[in-house]
């Protein structure tokens, strides 16, 4: 049944890929980027996705689990992407931000490759270890979002403002989704087998790359805020 659930991950993440592609060819001036990024997402999964459904994607660790480590290079990648995808929504001036961008990609890798080490550890005290370090580091990222983007995201025009609000909240949501089926999945409690745990890192990573791309990606009138420099009128800082 995995392998089911792997196709169907790469099929989706295939046409989300497509669609991103092909919506860049009608960008708003000025907003290229965000339809590169996004793109850049679904296509690394896409990979990603491929690699695991052809079988080359996991290992059988000593302790007789499959270990699926191909998706942790996926979102070692790709979720930093997002996070930039939400920095440059909610920044008016991502350059003078460079050091608050850099602390929270540098805590989701931190969050990745320690998710990442504790699921190829056999040691279960390890295990429980790396999955505290990685929950401290998803947790500083939940702060830096909560705290700074969406404060910096309310000075910006309505349609951005709105945009970012929706994006930040179907994030939050869905991330928090991760370490719970992690949990009662095979590399934590085993309450669900491995095909189960699949398929709901499958609906959720759709939901989190193709979901959020469509939803960013059409909303024309906060990317045309963007691409103008537009401000919300009143609510300009003088830095
Ligand atoms: C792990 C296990 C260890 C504890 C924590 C985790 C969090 C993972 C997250 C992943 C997000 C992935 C996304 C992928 C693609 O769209 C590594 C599962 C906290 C938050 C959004």
Redesign the pocket.
């Known amino acids: 049944m995995e392998a089911l659930w792997l196709w169907i991950g790469f099929v989706g993440m295939l046409l989300g890929t497509l669609y991103f592609a092909f919506l860049l060819t009608n960008a708003p001036e000025g907003t290229r980027y965000f339809f590169v990024i996004t793109a850049t997402?679904t296509g690394i999964?896409a990979i990603a996705y491929l690699v695991m459904a052809t079988g080359s994607g996991s290992t059988v660790l000593p302790d007789g689990r499959e270990f699926y480590w191909a998706?942790?290079i996926?979102?070692v990648i790709?979720?930093p992407l997002?996070l930039l995808d939400l920095c440059l929504l909610a920044l008016a001036d991502p350059r003078r931000n460079v050091t608050f961008i850099a602390s929270l990609i540098a805590l989701?890798v931190v969050?990745?490759l320690?998710?990442?080490w504790?699921?190829a550890t056999v040691n279960v005290a390890g295990r429980a270890i790396?999955?505290i370090i990685?929950?401290a580091?998803?947790i500083g990222?939940l702060y830096l979002l909560v705290s700074r983007l969406f404060a910096e995201a309310s000075r910006r025009t309505p349609a951005v403002a709105q945009i970012f609000r929706t994006l930040a909240v179907l994030?939050i949501v869905?991330?928090?989704?991760?370490?719970i089926?992690?949990?009662i999945g095979t590399?934590g409690f085993g309450a669900v087998s491995l095909s189960v745990e699949v398929f709901l890192?499958m609906v959720?990573?759709l939901?989190?790359?193709v979901g959020?791309g469509l939803l960013l990606l059409s909303s024309r009138q906060a990317l045309s805020d963007i691409g103008s420099g537009a401000v919300a009128g009143t609510a300009r800082r003088v830095a």
Do not use: Q
């Not at 869905?174 to 370490?179: A, G």
């Open positions: 997402i999964a998706r942790y996926d979102w790709t979720t997002l989701d969050m990745i320690t998710g990442l504790a699921g790396l999955f990685s929950t580091a998803f990222v994030t869905l991330w928090i989704c991760y370490p089926v992690w949990l590399e890192f959720l990573d939901l989190a790359k959020f």
